[in-house]
């Protein structure tokens, strides 16, 4: 029996202007058993309207449609959360340039995904957005990331030299980075700089048509990366997408950090979605997620990724910091308070409640960039990892288990019990831990606090 079968598929509606393209997607998710096809619409009236209609968990639209092929795609997405709240969204686009994206997620990258269409017949990654999107997680293509990072200058009567300088500017690298990817020195590159400004303004200002194109395009650069690196910090990591354009990581570049790593799960997640609403569902989850994220980044923590009902962050990467062990306990308290007060609005509307397990713990970790063209990620690689994922499956709801490093990590460390010495998955020898358990949970306080 597959999962359309038993109800648990997610409803997909798909909108294109062009019927063999239609036909051509509808086909490709039908082969995935968690999908079903609940309708089709070719523009944006019927999309918006079969929306309504059909109540989809995901919508998959091109971006131009009747009736003035502009951006109806974007426009009847915009229109379909504002009547639906938690109606995933995946863009399908022939076009390239990150402004489309950045109309898109104006408004917030949750459960959105902007995908290329050159790109949907390779593997599963469409099925892979609808899936992402209709828990409320974010997809944006590779090549739109790309150009959000690495704004493009067109060829003109400039050197090549001096065409990689303009970029590097264009870019928004500091000196010591422009000079580091040239091969010279702060000083010399700074020269170089003047020198490429100064001949640009002299001939603009005698009439020169192609360096005021130049300067203006300059601007509109840096103004865009400005804007649309907001969007792209949206969809990333917190402090990568920083890293990304600052230090244009290539992908396999790894750096060793001490770091400490907090997971959370729900627990019970299979029963709640079993007797759930899944429209009702994604909407809990991603209010969830909202208050985890705001919980994480409080105390500088970097939410690296959730997974269905699970929650990854890292305090100490990809910026170094002293205290994360404590950043990463206070963050787990503040994720249990939070999500208390959700449970307690969730109790009065009849919602089922979220109980968190969380694990902490504290080591060396491999931070990297990973992945290929089409997908890239940062990560984080090691035994600490896959030690927080263990000890977060011996929480109970409201508690959080400390690994023996983290607790001795901590200057003040909170009331907890030590648990006996036990064996995970993984490892040879028992692993010692202490829990915080939710009856005994202090307040978070403020850090620095003593």
């Avoid at 379909?80 to 898109?104: M, N, W």
């Avoid at 209709?134 to 009567?157: C, K, Y």
């Avoid at 023996?404 to 692993?431: C, I």
């Avoid at 202490?434 to 850090?447: E, G, Q, S």
């Amino acid at each position: 029996m597959d999962a359309a079968s038993t109800g648990e598929a997610i409803r997909v509606y798909l909108a294109d202007d062009n019927l063999i393209v239609r036909a051509g997607v509808q086909a490709l998710l039908s082969l995935e058993p968690d999908l079903t096809i609940v309708g089709t619409a070719a523009d944006y009236d019927e999309l918006v309207a079969g929306a309504g209609a059909t109540a989809p968990q995901v919508v998959v639209t091109d971006i131009r449609m009747p009736p003035s092929f502009q951006r109806e795609g974007i426009d009847a997405a915009h229109e379909i959360r504002k009547r639906h709240p938690g109606t995933g969204i995946v863009v399908l686009s022939q076009f390239d340039d990150p402004e489309y994206a950045i109309c898109l997620l104006e408004e917030g990258a949750a459960g959105y995904g902007y995908l290329l269409k050159d790109r949907v017949a390779e593997g599963d990654q469409l099925a892979r957005a609808v899936r992402t999107v209709a828990t409320g997680g974010s997809v944006l293509d590779p090549q739109i990331v790309e150009s959000m990072v690495h704004p493009v200058t067109d060829a003109g009567d400039l050197a090549p030299s001096e065409e990689d300088l303009l970029r590097l500017v264009a870019e928004g690298r500091p000196i010591k980075a422009i000079a580091a990817a040239q091969g010279t020195t702060p000083a010399a590159a700074a020269e170089a700089v003047e020198r490429l400004f100064l001949r640009l303004a002299q001939d603009a200002s005698g009439g020169g048509q192609n360096s005021l194109r130049r300067l203006r395009m300059l601007h509109e650069a840096i103004v865009n990366r400005e804007e649309q690196g907001e969007t792209l910090s949206r969809l990333l990591p917190g402090g990568v997408a920083d890293m990304l354009r600052s230090e244009g990581r290539e992908a396999g570049e790894t750096k060793e950090l001490v770091v400490s790593v907090l997971m959370s799960d729900i627990r019970g997640y299979s029963t709640i979605a079993e007797h759930a609403d899944p429209s009702a569902l994604a909407g809990q989850l991603n209010v969830h997620r909202a208050e985890m994220n705001r919980a994480i980044l409080a105390v500088d923590g970097t939410v690296m990724q959730f997974v269905g009902d699970a929650v990854m962050a890292v305090f100490g990467a990809p910026v170094a910091m002293e205290d994360h062990a404590q950043r990463a306990v206070q963050a787990a308290l503040a994720m249990h308070e939070a999500q208390d007060a959700v449970n307690e609005r969730w109790r009065s509307q009849g919602l089922a409640e979220f109980g968190l397990g969380i694990g902490v713990t504290t080591g060396t970790v491999a931070a990297a960039l990973l992945g290929s063209e089409e997908r890239l990620e940062y990560t984080l690689v090691g035994d600490t990892v896959n030690l927080a994922q263990r000890l977060q499956q011996w929480a109970e709801p409201g508690d959080t288990v400390l690994s023996e490093a983290t607790y001795r990590e901590l200057r003040d460390p909170p009331a907890a019990e030590a648990l006996p010495p036990a064996l995970v998955k993984g490892r040879d020898t028992p692993v010692s831990a202490w829990r915080i358990a939710a009856a005994t949970r202090p307040d978070p306080a403020p850090l620095g606090a003593e």
